[in-house]
């Protein structure tokens, strides 16, 4: 039995069906967000789409090959075994397995923004607008580093592989929507929000920031941010600076440095200058949508 199964029967199926849809909801996302942006544009569109298609390059093939196969492999692996989620019935079990693999992302997102894997993942977050390309840029080293969390855990507890692989494509569809600049009709997303993490929400995750970075870590349901009490949506869209506070300069975001950044010692939530970005304490909850 193969760990990286990349011809299983299943996979084969990710890329007939998933894949096209997936292609077709980003197509749709670019037009969406082209004619009805939320924020202003801070740089030009070329200089972030080259940089943010180039670092994705190498992050989704190693995707496909090593992320998805695990989660069929590992799958497969554990499935003689016994495990917290294999003594439930069905439906229950889909369900439970649904709901733990968006507490796996939502947990392994609150990690990636700890001292180690933040080395990785300021490369996401170093961009200068937040665009669908933004849901893209992440260091293939970062993927790498999600395997033994988001496809080892998820199969020692007893999720299986056709979970995870189905689950992955409304992880994927969640994270390019929720990432996209499309400016949805503001009591449309105000009704949205409480449920599921939308672009305004995600946005404010996005913010140079402190408080409102370490804010809205879900990625399809915000019951987690709710529970773990990080969310923050009271925050209006046009006070947002997104990128980190070091990395202020275009001209410092080449790929070459992108692709180095995780080896650069870490910078204080700082500007160069030594300044520390911040907000007023925005009036009304903070669970409370701000357009
Ligand atoms: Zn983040």
Redesign the pocket.
């Known amino acids: 039995m193969s760990l990286l199964p990349a011809s299983h029967p299943l996979l084969k199926r990710f890329d007939k069906y998933a894949t096209p849809v997936l292609a077709v909801l980003g197509l749709g996302l670019l037009l969406l967000e082209t004619r009805k942006p939320l924020r202003k544009r801070t740089r030009p569109r070329t200089e972030r789409w080259v940089r943010n298609v180039v670092l994705a390059a190498p992050s989704m093939p190693a995707m496909r090959l090593t992320l998805l196969p695990a989660m069929v492999g590992l799958g497969q692996l554990m499935a003689p075994y016994r495990t917290p989620l294999s003594r439930l019935p069905e439906p229950a079990r889909l369900l439970a397995e649904v709901l733990l693999l968006d507490y796996l992302g939502y947990s392994w997102?609150r990690l990636?923004?700890s001292p180690l894997l933040w080395r990785l993942?300021r490369v996401?977050?170093s961009d200068l607008d937040m665009d669908l390309t933004t849901g893209w840029r992440f260091h293939f080293g970062e993927m790498l580093a999600s395997i033994p969390y988001r496809a080892g855990l998820a199969a020692l507890l007893g999720v299986r592989g056709s979970t995870a692989l189905g689950f992955e494509v409304v992880f994927e569809a969640c994270t390019a929507f929720h990432h996209s600049n499309w400016q949805l009709p503001y009591e449309v997303e105000r009704r949205l929000a409480p449920l599921m993490v939308t672009p305004r929400a995600h946005g404010i995750?996005h913010s140079i920031v402190d408080r409102e970075t370490q804010s809205n870590?879900g990625v399809v349901l915000t019951l987690w941010d709710r529970l773990h009490r990080t969310l923050r949506l009271n925050v209006p869209q046009q006070d947002l600076t997104i990128g980190v506070p070091a990395f202020p300069d275009p001209a410092g975001q080449t790929v070459a440095r992108l692709l180095t950044l995780p080896l650069e010692p870490l910078d204080a939530w700082a500007r160069p200058d030594g300044s520390v970005p911040g907000h007023p304490a925005y009036a009304g909850p903070v669970t409370a949508l701000a357009e």
Do not use: G, I, P, S
Request: charged share 0%; glycine share 0%; net charge neutral.
């Open positions: 997102h990636l923004h993942h996401h977050h995750h870590f």
